[in-house]
C-alpha cells in the first residue's frame, strides 16, 4: 500500500516566472535571428540576460528550494540517486541529477548570451553593445561560437524535456504541474517551501534588470 501523499508548495513565484520567461525568450531568440529582426534580438537577449541574472542571485537569497546550496548535491549523491536511492516523494525541489542540469542550462544559456554581447558586425546591424571591447578577430570569434553553440543550448533543453516526459511516464511525478501552480504531491513528512522573501526579490530583480540595461547601454563608465 502506497505511503499518503499532500499537497506541498515547492517553488516560489519568482522561480515559476524565471522558468516560463526562459521558455518564451529562448525561442524568441531564434526566430528573431532566423528572421534577420536584429534589433530585437537584441532587446530581447538583454531581458534574457536580465532573467539569468536574477535566477543566479536568487539562487542565494531565494527560498529553499530556489537556492543552490539546498539543492546542488555531490558526486556521492548523483551516483545514489543513479542507483534508485532517491525517493521523490519524500524529498522536495531538484533532484541530485537535475539539479546538475538546471547548472547546465543555466550556465550555457549564460555563456550563449554573453557571446552575443560581444559579437557582431558594425555593417550589418547584429552588434552586441559590448563590441567596441573586444579586437576585430575576438568578435569574429565569439561570433562564429555564437552561432553553433545555439546547437548547444538547444540540446540541453533537449534533454530537460525528455527528462520530463520520463519521470512523468516513469515516476509519476508532474513536473509540469508543479512549476506551474508551485505545489506537488509528496509524502506526509515532507514541509511546504519556505515564504518568498518578497524584499529580496525585489532587490535581486532590481539589481539584474539594473545590470542588463547599463550593458545595453554599452556599459558607460559608472562615474
Request: hydrophobic fraction near 50%; proline fraction near 6%; charged fraction near 15%.
Amino acid at each position: 500500500m502506497a505511503e499518503p501523499t499532500q499537497p506541498v508548495r515547492i517553488w516560489d513565484l519568482p522561480v515559476r516566472l524565471t522558468h516560463w520567461s526562459l521558455a518564451v525568450l529562448v525561442p524568441a531568440m531564434w526566430v528573431t535571428a532566423d528572421n534577420s529582426e536584429w534589433g530585437w534580438h537584441i532587446r530581447l537577449g538583454h531581458v534574457l540576460l536580465a532573467v539569468l541574472l536574477f535566477r543566479i542571485f536568487w539562487g542565494f537569497v531565494g527560498t529553499d528550494t530556489a537556492r543552490f546550496g539546498n539543492f546542488l548535491k555531490g558526486p556521492g549523491k548523483v551516483l545514489a540517486y543513479l542507483r534508485g536511492g532517491y525517493d521523490e516523494k519524500a524529498n522536495k525541489g531538484h533532484s541530485p541529477l537535475a539539479a546538475l542540469a538546471v547548472l547546465g542550462l543555466l550556465g550555457f544559456t549564460l555563456a550563449q548570451v554573453a557571446m552575443g554581447l560581444f559579437a557582431g558586425d558594425p555593417y550589418d546591424g547584429a552588434t552586441g553593445p559590448l563590441n567596441p571591447l573586444v579586437g576585430v578577430g575576438t568578435a569574429d570569434t565569439l561570433t562564429d561560437t555564437h552561432e553553433w553553440f545555439w546547437w548547444v543550448v538547444v540540446g540541453m533543453i533537449g534533454l530537460h524535456i525528455t527528462a520530463i516526459g520520463i519521470y512523468g511516464a516513469v515516476r509519476a511525478e508532474n513536473l509540469i504541474g508543479a512549476m506551474i501552480g508551485g505545489k506537488g504531491e509528496k509524502k506526509l513528512v515532507v514541509s511546504d517551501n519556505s515564504p518568498t522573501p518578497w524584499g529580496r526579490a525585489l532587490g535581486a530583480f532590481a539589481v539584474a534588470a539594473g545590470i542588463a540595461l547599463w550593458i545595453y547601454l554599452g556599459a558607460p563608465p559608472l562615474t
